[in-house]
């Protein structure tokens, strides 16, 4: 090692790379080795600064911040809440929430919404969602609402557990990629919700920007019709953002007074792969716990920007880790988990079970009301079964 420390000096990198250097020898090359990591770290630490991303990891634990948690395991997380160390939770949820419901995600080879477009002829399967060709051509769009129209589905487990955390008063807001309106559906009261890509749950004429409600839209899919404004016989859009859209204004306006707030940051199936949502996860204050459950980790610190002390994304496996927990496998068990460890395990189960009941029973009896108002869907469900 010694012989690679001072390749301009070649006596001396012999003397070392054969161990008979002098001692005073010795302590100049250690006073330049030092010398030079002093440098470097120097350099790293201006960069760093400079670009708003250093972090003094010493100064953090002086001042307490890593004994937030006992330790950075879920076990952490759990004693954590059980303190009651938190009050203003959010969760921030991606397709992996839904998936339990017969949801398919966007990119999920052989399985994904992407992946089972092929049918609608489409240029490239992401063009079902951007706004340009929806504009020119937007039946394909509709006809894939109608598979996956809000209603179709029951929430899962996961949503009922963010229902569970409002109910128990911990929870500030939760922040979804979604838009099926599952969040809703469970139960969860409106203004704790903050639809990052849009819902369903209102829509708007490109047009006039005449507002109509869920319902209205849902009568219009379902007679296999291109939604129309009644007022200018403009094309009407429900509020999801497509490709080539900005985020709706509630997005902006909540995270700028939540974020700074929050004790706990839950991450619930998502990749933290698009942005701006996935950055919101270094919006919380730095001492912040920060628990991901997924299938696999998601949204990890670039290695050289760890080496180089600039703080973005989460740090599971380093030694400095001091907030940041990963629950890997299924959302809906892992919430299970995390409710049977808290002492809220049978009342998520009976909420769950008594939810879906009702769930089912409402359908029944608009199923029935359909096929009276639409003989077309009754023919169609008899000639399945035939």
């Given at each position: 090692m010694?012989?690679?420390?001072t390749d301009g000096d070649g006596p001396q990198k012999e003397e070392s790379a054969s161990g008979?250097?002098?001692?005073?020898?010795?302590?100049?090359?250690?006073?330049?080795?030092?010398?030079?990591?002093?440098?470097?770290?120097?350099?790293?630490r201006y960069l760093a600064e400079k670009l708003g991303f250093y972090e003094d990891k010493k100064k953090e634990v002086s001042e307490g911040k890593a004994k937030v948690l006992t330790e950075a395991s879920v076990d952490g997380v759990i004693k954590y809440?059980?303190?009651?160390?938190?009050?203003?939770?959010?969760?921030?949820?991606?397709?992996?929430?839904?998936?339990?419901?017969?949801?398919?995600?966007?990119?999920?080879?052989?399985?994904?919404?992407?992946?089972?477009?092929e049918k609608y002829k489409l240029p490239d399967p992401q063009a079902i969602f951007e706004i340009g060709f929806f504009q020119r051509n937007p039946q394909p769009f509709f006809t894939l609402a109608k598979e996956l129209y809000?209603?179709?589905?029951?929430?899962?487990?996961?949503?009922?557990?963010?229902?569970?955390?409002?109910?128990?008063?911990?929870?500030?807001?939760?922040?979804?990629?979604n838009i099926d309106t599952l969040e809703r559906v469970a139960g969860l009261p409106a203004e704790k919700i903050v639809e990052a890509h849009g819902t369903f749950h209102t829509s708007h004429c490109l047009e006039c920007k005449q507002e109509y409600e869920i319902e209205w839209m849902k009568e219009q899919i379902f007679s296999d019709?291109?939604?129309?404004?009644?007022?200018?016989n403009g094309v009407v859009k429900p509020d999801i953002v497509f490709f080539g859209e900005n985020l709706p204004t509630r997005f902006f306006s909540c995270n700028e007074k939540d974020f700074s707030k929050c004790d706990?940051?839950?991450?619930?199936?998502?990749?933290?792969?698009?942005?701006?949502?996935?950055?919101?996860?270094?919006?919380?204050?730095?001492?912040?716990?920060?628990?991901?459950?997924?299938?696999?980790?998601?949204?990890?610190?670039?290695?050289?920007?760890?080496?180089l002390g600039m703080g973005s994304?989460?740090?599971?496996?380093?030694?400095?880790?001091?907030?940041?927990?990963?629950?890997?496998?299924?959302?809906?068990?892992?919430?299970?988990m995390l409710s049977d460890k808290l002492g809220w395990g049978d009342e998520l189960s009976t909420l769950v079970k008594e939810e879906h009941a009702r769930i089912d029973k409402e359908k029944k009896e608009e199923a029935s009301k359909r096929k009276i108002k639409y003989p077309s869907e009754k023919k169609r469900a008899e000639s399945k079964n035939h």
């Open positions: 010694a012989s690679s420390v008979v250097s002098s001692g005073s020898s010795s302590k100049a090359g250690l006073q330049r080795n030092n010398e030079d990591e002093g440098a470097v770290e120097m350099i790293r809440i059980q303190d009651g160390n938190c009050k203003n939770v959010i969760t921030m949820a991606g397709a992996g929430i839904s998936t339990s419901a017969g949801i398919p995600d966007f990119r999920s080879p052989g399985s994904g919404l992407y992946h089972n477009l809000p209603g179709s589905f029951k929430p899962t487990t996961s949503h009922y557990f963010i229902r569970l955390l409002n109910e128990k008063g911990l929870l500030r807001r939760h922040y979804t990629q019709s291109v939604p129309t404004c009644e007022k200018c706990l940051l839950i991450i619930l199936g998502s990749s933290l792969a698009v942005q701006p949502f996935a950055s919101l996860i270094d919006r919380v204050p730095k001492e912040c716990p920060r628990l991901l459950i997924n299938r696999e980790k998601a949204g990890q610190r670039d290695r050289l920007m760890t080496l994304g989460m740090d599971f496996d380093s030694d400095d880790n001091f907030r940041d927990v990963a629950w890997l496998g299924d959302c809906d068990e892992g919430c299970q």
